[in-house]
């Protein structure tokens, strides 16, 4: 969570070249934004799509019905529409520096596997349309507070499957590059909210990798999962209020109690008006990582963590 706001920064430096909202872009600038984005990413292919980009009729740039190639041979990603805009080029067009908004909308987007045989390659990318996720994200800065707020992250998967996050960070100023890069080292989460909906969100797109990260060796892997869940069960029961309000680690064990398939609503809330960010984990940075939670707990300071899980009925 701490590196967002370097990331968000990314992004909208990435799309700036093709971000005129209101004052209605061209069908050029879309393409640079996307030349721009091949430059920052390394993901030279991008370059080929670029000059698909098209003005929406609503006022966005857009690229409909496109397979986006990755540095890999075997994969890509396919996306039925992908559209961003962005606000306040002036800034841009008097000294090269980002929008102060960002929005971003896509629908249908999928991984494509190259198999190396056709017809496998074929039936596996017609199979995928039907595993669609379609999302929406905005961003906005506010150069009197140096707040950047990510008003809004949505992600739509197949089935009843959601997530919703909400975000603010302090110290982020985009007024110079200058101020930019010291706002890598100065930002701070104030507020966040992630709610997530899943049935079967976990084990579709989180079980695989994370079984083979923590499962391993010739011991039955159901008996491996249970020690895992009693041990984590153990640690949240040890874990202090503040920063957990109460009922969040209720909640926390509940939620390890039902893996690997929990199905339900999980709401994680962070409210911290001191701050998280670098200035708090400065000095592990110079004395090493932590050896135990009892050193972490202290970073939080006045932060409140307040987590829910409601489990759907079998």
């Known amino acids: 969570m701490m590196r967002a706001p ?3 920064v990314d992004l909208i430096l990435t799309l700036q070249t093709g971000l005129a909202g209101a004052q209605s872009p061209d069908a050029a600038a879309c393409t640079a934004s996307l030349q721009r984005l091949a430059q920052v990413t390394g993901v030279s292919p991008i370059a080929a799509i670029a000059a698909e980009a098209q003005i929406t009729s609503d006022g966005w740039c857009g690229l409909s019905d496109v397979t986006i190639p990755t540095n890999s041979k075997y994969l890509s990603f396919g996306i039925d529409d992908l559209q961003w805009r962005g606000t ?4 841009f067009a008097a000294g090269g520096l980002p929008p102060t908004a960002l929005d971003v909308r896509l629908t249908g987007f999928r991984f494509l596997t190259n198999t190396g045989d056709p017809v496998m390659t074929y039936l596996m990318a017609q ?7 379609s999302g929406d994200l905005s961003l906005i800065w506010d150069a009197g507070s140096s707040e950047l707020e990510m008003t809004a992250l949505n992600l739509d998967f197949p089935g009843e ?3 919703a996050v909400t975000a603010r960070f302090r110290g982020v100023d985009l007024t110079s590059r200058a101020t930019m890069q010291q706002s890598v080292g100065g930002f701070a989460l104030t507020k966040a909210k992630v709610d997530v909906l899943t049935n079967g969100l976990f084990e579709t797109y989180l079980l695989l990798p994370f079984g083979q990260l923590v499962l391993g060796g010739a011991e039955d892997p159901a008996a491996q999962v249970a020690a895992l ?3 984590a069960s153990d640690q949240i029961s040890s874990f202090p209020n503040p920063p957990f309000m109460p009922g969040s680690t209720d909640a ?3 939620l390890i109690t039902d893996m690997p398939n929990p199905t339900g609503r999980i709401v ?4 911290a008006p001191n701050g998280l960010g670098p200035a708090q984990t400065a000095k592990f940075a110079l004395f090493g990582i932590p050896q135990s939670l009892d050193e972490v707990w202290p970073l939080f300071g006045s932060a409140q963590i307040s987590v829910t899980y409601a489990p759907t009925a079998p």
């Open 229 to 231: 869940k009693a041990a």
């Open 88 to 91: 306040d080029m002036a800034r």
């Open 6 to 8: 370097a990331v968000i």
């Open 252 to 254: 926390l064990t509940q």
């Open 161 to 163: 499957n959601t997530i």
């Open 268 to 271: 994680l809330d962070i409210d």
């Open 127 to 133: 199979q995928s349309g039907a595993k669609g996720i």
